[in-house]
């Protein structure tokens, strides 16, 4: 049971080949796009490839099935909207996440600002490595992978976080931005490259970054339905087609969209109420599923992964993860009930991560079915 663990992630200006074509993926700034962005975005994703638009757990937005010949009319018309970075060392530098309720010249969006207009002096980081700005009142991004965070304290103030850590550095205000650059080169100076990414990293945090406070108490996702920014709709897999999200902007009336790393979009001034292609109902059972887009879509899998896990969805308790190979993409955490692809077939396995040693397996889609009730 083998699989290839790639060293970074796709962008746009580097795209990576899957198994029905590139995956371009675009970092919308501070996770917003303009009603006619994110509309252009979906025209684009069907006029160059397959017409589907997927929701990061970073908050980011991925058009799959792209060709090589479609691909430079397809940076022709993402430039045309704004949704690109100078080069790929920018775009992978902006690797940020935010909390993506943030409100005009509050401390989310400030910080954010601040950090894209400072990438140049971060040091040259692991290309997987990123950043959270989560200035709320309340933390939201706990579970959203990052690396360093800013995120409010116990005391009210803001603290610098260093992934792997149980409490983080109170920051002196205005020099947020100073530090979070100075924790990246003490990061880099004391071998933090070799581990590829914080948590990994065993050297101890320099004094001057005594991690001596706990964040606050968190907040809660974003979930559908009824917002007081405009309306929350869920995508099933964090996947949705480009022209019913399109669509739904449209008929929504909303004047901008806000990516969140949950798989829902926020449609910012948009009346609520359904939408054909997303979900509305919070409590839908596809929404606590997790599920690659397994074969014939990625070509290190060897099982279709989507059909079977939107069969499961009501009749498994808890959470549920499909995963297409040992690698587990769609979900880094444990799961209580896990299936993954090998040699064509599934092992079953409760309360762990795929690829951990699995209660059964030789498994097929028909007895799995069987075995949950959902034949």
């Given at each position: 049971m083998t699989f290839e663990v790639k060293g970074w992630c796709p962008g746009a200006h580097r795209p990576m080949l899957s198994g029905d074509g590139y995956v371009v993926r675009v970092r919308p700034r501070l996770a917003h796009l303009g009603a006619g962005q994110a509309i252009g975005l979906c025209e684009a994703a069907e006029r160059h490839g397959a017409g589907l638009i997927d929701v990061t757990n970073r908050a980011n937005i991925q058009i799959r099935g792209v060709s090589e010949t479609a691909w430079p009319a397809l940076m022709e018309e993402l430039g045309a909207l704004n949704l690109l970075d100078a080069d790929a060392d920018t775009e992978t530098r902006r690797n940020i996440v935010v909390a993506p309720t943030w409100q005009e010249r509050d401390d989310t969006e400030w910080l954010a600002l601040e950090l894209i207009a400072r990438l140049m002096e971060l040091p040259a980081l692991p290309p997987?490595?990123?950043?959270?700005?989560?200035?709320?009142?309340?933390?939201?991004?706990?579970?959203?992978?990052?690396?360093?965070?800013?995120?409010?304290?116990?005391?009210?103030?803001?603290?610098?976080?260093?992934?792997?850590?149980?409490?983080?550095?109170?920051?002196?205000?205005?020099?947020?931005?100073?530090?979070?650059?100075?924790?990246?080169?003490?990061?880099?100076?004391?071998?933090?490259?070799?581990?590829?990414?914080?948590?990994?990293?065993?050297?101890?945090?320099p004094g001057w970054a005594a991690a001596t406070e706990a964040p606050a108490p968190a907040g809660h996702p974003?979930?559908?339905?009824?917002?007081?920014?405009?309306?929350?709709?869920?995508?099933?897999?964090?996947?949705?087609?480009?022209?019913?999200?399109?669509?739904?902007i449209e008929a929504s009336g909303a004047q901008a969209i806000r990516v969140t790393p949950w798989r829902t979009v926020l449609l910012l001034g948009g009346a609520p109420g359904p939408r054909e292609g997303l979900e509305w109902d919070a409590d839908a059972p596809v929404l606590r599923v997790d599920a690659c887009p397994g074969a014939p879509f990625c070509p290190q899998a060897s099982v279709e992964t989507r059909p079977l896990a939107r069969a499961l969805a009501p009749h498994v308790a808890g959470t549920l993860h499909v995963s297409g190979c040992a690698k587990g993409c769609a979900r880094v955490t444990p799961a209580a009930t896990v299936l993954t692809g090998r040699d064509g077939l599934f092992v079953l396995s409760h309360n762990t991560r795929a690829g951990e040693a699995p209660d059964q397996s030789g498994l097929t889609a028909a007895q799995i079915l069987a075995q949950f009730g959902a034949a």
């Open positions: 997987k490595m990123g950043f959270a700005i989560d200035a709320g009142t309340a933390p939201v991004l706990q579970d959203t992978p990052a690396d360093f965070r800013i995120e409010r304290g116990m005391s009210g103030g803001l603290i610098l976080h260093a992934e792997g850590h149980a409490m983080g550095m109170p920051l002196p205000e205005v020099q947020e931005i100073d530090q979070l650059i100075r924790l990246c080169w003490w990061f880099v100076n004391s071998g933090g490259a070799q581990a590829g990414r914080m948590a990994r990293h065993t050297a101890p945090l974003l979930r559908p339905g009824p917002h007081p920014m405009g309306a929350v709709h869920g995508l099933a897999f964090g996947q949705a087609r480009a022209a019913d999200l399109a669509r739904a």
